[in-house]
Nanobody, 118 residues
Framework: QVQLVESGGGLVQAGGSLRLSCAAS????????MGWFRQAPGKEREFIAA????????YATDSMKGRFTISRDNAKNTVYLQMDSLKPEDTANYFC???????????WGQGTKITVSS
């Protein structure tokens, strides 16, 4: 099992930027694919982006490409989500997840909340 703790959320004005971090412990982090998701109130969970264990492959939702960037630092057991040009509709709880490969996630963090004001 991998334990995941997200941080970096908060209140930001539209057009601003935030960088989320997800610190991992437990099962070997460097062998896990990592993903970011979000869930807005009253909506289903939405996939944002994922990165392979090596960092060499990235898969991202087309609608968020250019604004959101995923990266990882295996030496720090951490995956990041850089979010730029934030919009009020980006308001949500953001979660990271770990798994053996893309789209197969077995461990989830508790989430960090982001509120984007207009």
């Amino acid at each position: 099992q991998v334990q995941l703790v997200e941080s970096g959320g908060g209140l930001v004005q539209a057009g601003g930027s935030l960088r989320l971090s997800c610190a991992a412990s437990g099962r070997t982090f460097s062998r896990q694919a990592m993903g970011w998701f979000r869930q807005a109130p009253g909506k289903e969970r939405e996939f944002i982006a994922a990165v392979s264990w090596s960092g060499g492959s990235i898969y991202a939702t087309d609608s968020m490409k250019g604004r959101f960037t995923i990266s990882r630092d295996n030496a720090k057991n951490t995956v990041y989500l850089q979010m730029d040009s934030l919009k009020p509709e980006d308001t949500a709880n953001y979660f990271c997840a770990a798994g053996p490969r893309f789209h197969i996630y077995s461990d989830w963090g508790q989430g960090t909340k982001i509120t984007v004001s207009s």
